[in-house]
């Protein structure tokens, strides 16, 4: 079937070249019958919206100027919860330590310090169009597990509630921040290590073999959707088209891109351990919100059922798992290799976390994403980078101009809403065996079921269950 970097036989996964160079593996070599399924499903779809959508924004843009005022709390509600309480950590380092020390005191019982590290935003330079900075947030943390804001560094300059506008303007760029590393960073995690998984699942596992059939419907349109991001003529990260929403050059985005996959060092070299080297998840994710136990109780179901099929494929040892296994390991760090795919719960840990990332989390951060209010989190900002002494407040109506709100409503529209093709509580993976069929139909009851379970327990639900495509579909 060829050797390792052979790609005649199938899809197979290459460093990626050109401006996402030490980004995770790509693969260019789309299929023809994969790629047309992308072109019937997603292309027509785009070419519709800018037809249809360009006008209608526009019109709104020029109906809701400039940035809506942004509370302390409201900022709290915004960045501690749902997608972008990905970045909450309490690992503060020296670097937050030292510029923080005067706001690090009076800690009550049960207290923590928690940060929201934006500091990728260095590989966006400021430019003529649009200021950029990176940000550190500190929060309180309370034992009721409530986040209280309580300064924000803008490289090194530390900014408090009681520095007037200043202190409005540090809470924009770092809102900044979260939207663009959300959505360039946090975001495709989901997206792009995967991908060399469901190439080398295409191409070395047999026809007719469960694990293929396990995998496959979680990995429908994914591959064409990744070429597209990064390598499409029409990529939303090349500046000038009218969804492209973000500050920068294209290869300042593909700096932030990268990241997610070799991980980024403090100025000295030292590693941040906020942004560490990208390794296989083998476990549910660590999120410091209730977003986090939503999507633990998934990551339940997708194990039960990812044990019941892995027994199969484990009892068996086949050869194509032992080599699927092998190649996967080879490009995807953490990921276990022809040994200990067979050891343990492994292959079910694998198909839960693919499973999580591709369907669950992904179809989440899509569904909350779209119901971000981009008065609220700005991607360009038409102004200096304040210092502390600022104390005149900013006017909102000019920190963003017309242009910036209609590329962000088009990108919004195009690429951050969901468009669901095929739901993870329709999968029928085509087993043959009858006590497989079974797990199945179990399967989707249990999903079903963690769904009211969730809401039973006052669980705030951050997708429903018939809104999850099964796969990375837009």
């Not at 309490?90 to 800690?107: I, Q, V």
């Not at 909350?368 to 909102?396: C, G, N, S, W």
């Amino acid at each position: 079937m060829g050797d390792n970097n052979d790609s005649s036989f199938g899809p197979w996964p290459q460093p990626a070249p050109g401006f996402f160079e030490d980004a995770a593996p790509v693969v260019l070599n789309v299929p023809k019958e994969l790629q047309r399924d992308w072109n019937r499903h997603v292309g027509r779809r785009y070419a519709k919206q800018v037809l249809l959508d360009t006008l209608p924004s526009w019109i709104w843009a020029l109906r809701n100027p400039g940035l809506a005022d942004v509370s302390d709390d409201r900022f709290v509600e915004i960045v501690c919860d749902g997608i972008f309480s990905k970045f909450l950590t309490p690992d503060l380092e020296p670097p937050d330590l030292e510029r923080f020390a005067p706001y690090l005191g009076g800690l009550e019982a049960g207290e923590r310090w928690f940060k929201s590290d934006f500091s990728p935003m260095r590989h966006v330079a400021s430019d003529a169009d649009s200021a950029t900075t990176p940000s550190v947030v500190l929060y309180r943390r309370a034992s009721s597990g409530q986040y209280h804001l309580v300064a924000i560094a803008l490289k090194d300059d530390v900014f408090d509630p009681t520095m007037d506008g200043a202190w409005t303007l540090a809470k924009y760029f770092a809102l900044q921040g979260a939207g663009v590393l959300t959505t360039l960073l946090m975001h495709p995690k989901l997206h792009f290590p995967s991908g060399a998984v469901d190439a080398i699942t295409r191409t070395r596992l047999a026809d007719g073999s469960v694990l293929k059939q396990l995998l496959l419907p979680h990995f429908r349109l994914a591959m064409a959707v990744n070429y597209a991001v990064l390598y499409g003529a029409g990529t939303v990260l090349q500046p000038g088209g009218i969804y492209a929403p973000y500050p920068g050059s294209l290869k300042e985005h593909a700096e932030v891109v990268a990241t997610l996959w070799r991980g980024l060092d403090y100025p000295d070299g030292t590693p941040n351990r906020a942004f560490p080297r990208y390794r296989f998840p083998m476990e549910a994710p660590v999120i410091h919100s209730d977003y986090g136990e939503f999507l633990g109780r998934y990551h339940a179901a997708l194990m039960r059922f990812g044990k019941v099929v892995a027994h199969e494929v484990q009892q068996e040892r086949a050869p194509d798992v032992a080599a699927w296994a092998a190649h996967c390991a080879e490009w995807v760090p953490g990921f276990p290799d022809r040994e200990l795919i067979f050891e343990d719960d492994n292959l079910a840990r694998v198909f839960a976390s693919l499973v999580l990332d591709a369907a669950v989390s992904h179809s989440a951060d899509h569904y909350l994403y779209a119901q971000v209010d981009i008065r609220e989190v700005p991607f360009r900002l038409h102004t200096a980078v304040p210092k502390p002494d600022q104390r005149q407040m900013p006017d909102r109506r000019h920190l963003v101009e017309t242009r910036d709100l209609l590329h962000y409503r088009m990108c919004m529209k195009m690429f951050f809403q969901p468009y669901v093709i095929d739901r993870l509580c329709d999968v029928d993976y085509g087993f043959r065996a009858s006590r497989l069929r079974e797990a199945n139909e179990r399967f989707r009851a249990d999903l079903r079921e963690t769904e009211a379970q969730i809401i039973q327990d006052g669980i705030r639900v951050y997708t429903p269950l018939e809104e999850m495509a099964a796969s990375v579909q837009f």
